[in-house]
């Protein structure tokens, strides 16, 4: 991937997917300084093309990983009408709605991505983590409390 954007700094495609990897890579690691790199290839990528619903549904992710699922609201939000086929767009939608204290759009962002694919697994164990009211570990320090 580092070849094609180093050939070809313009592709935004390539950019997104690096932004995407990274991501998981924070995931996988447990690092979030990826997290932060990917939030950057992200916008990278949408400085490029502001309607790559991958680069979005990357920065949102990066985004949520960083505490900041407010902002990530607004980001998913766009990736779902720039690709409304995309499941992970809906599924970061509703960690970021369910973050932000809005369980009614999160349930329902959550619905739209099991209805996109019914049985990825990812999707079925968040929203079995949402009706118990659990949230990933690494997430719990951003959830807002209610006094």
Same mark, same amino acid.
């Given at each position: 991937?580092?070849?094609?954007?180093?050939?070809?700094?313009?592709?935004?495609?390539?950019?997104?997917?690096?932004?995407?990897?990274?991501?998981?890579?924070?995931?996988?690691?447990? &690092?979030?300084?990826?997290?932060? /790199?990917?939030?950057?290839?992200?916008?990278?990528? /949408?400085?490029?093309?502001?309607?790559?619903?991958?680069?979005?549904?990357? &920065?949102?992710?990066?985004?949520?990983?960083?505490?900041?699922?407010?902002?990530?609201?607004?980001?998913? &939000?766009?990736?779902?009408?720039?690709?409304?086929?995309? &499941?992970?767009?809906?599924?970061?939608?509703?960690?970021?709605?369910?973050?932000?204290?809005?369980? /009614?759009?999160?349930?329902?962002?959550?619905?739209?991505?099991?209805?996109?694919?019914?049985?990825?697994?990812?999707?079925?164990?968040?929203?079995?983590?949402?009706?118990?009211?659990?949230?990933?570990?690494? /997430?719990?320090?951003?959830?807002?409390?209610?006094?």
């Amino acid at each position: 991937m580092n070849g094609i954007i180093k050939s070809s700094p313009e592709n935004s495609q390539a950019i997104a997917l690096k932004a995407y990897a990274l991501n998981k890579l924070a995931n996988l690691r447990k &690092e979030w300084k990826y997290s932060q /790199l990917g939030l950057e290839w992200a916008e990278r990528a /949408l400085a490029l093309n502001p309607d790559d619903d991958i680069a979005l549904t990357s &920065e949102g992710w990066a985004l949520i990983d960083l505490g900041r699922a407010g902002e990530a609201v607004g980001v998913l &939000e766009r990736a779902t009408r720039t690709n409304p086929g995309n &499941e992970y767009a809906w599924y970061n939608l509703a960690w970021a709605q369910y973050l932000a204290e809005n369980p /009614l759009a999160s349930s329902q962002s959550m619905n739209r991505a099991l209805a996109i694919n019914p049985n990825n697994p990812i999707l079925r164990r968040g929203k079995e983590m949402m009706a118990r009211g659990e949230i990933p570990s690494h /997430l719990k320090a951003h959830k807002p409390t209610t006094s």
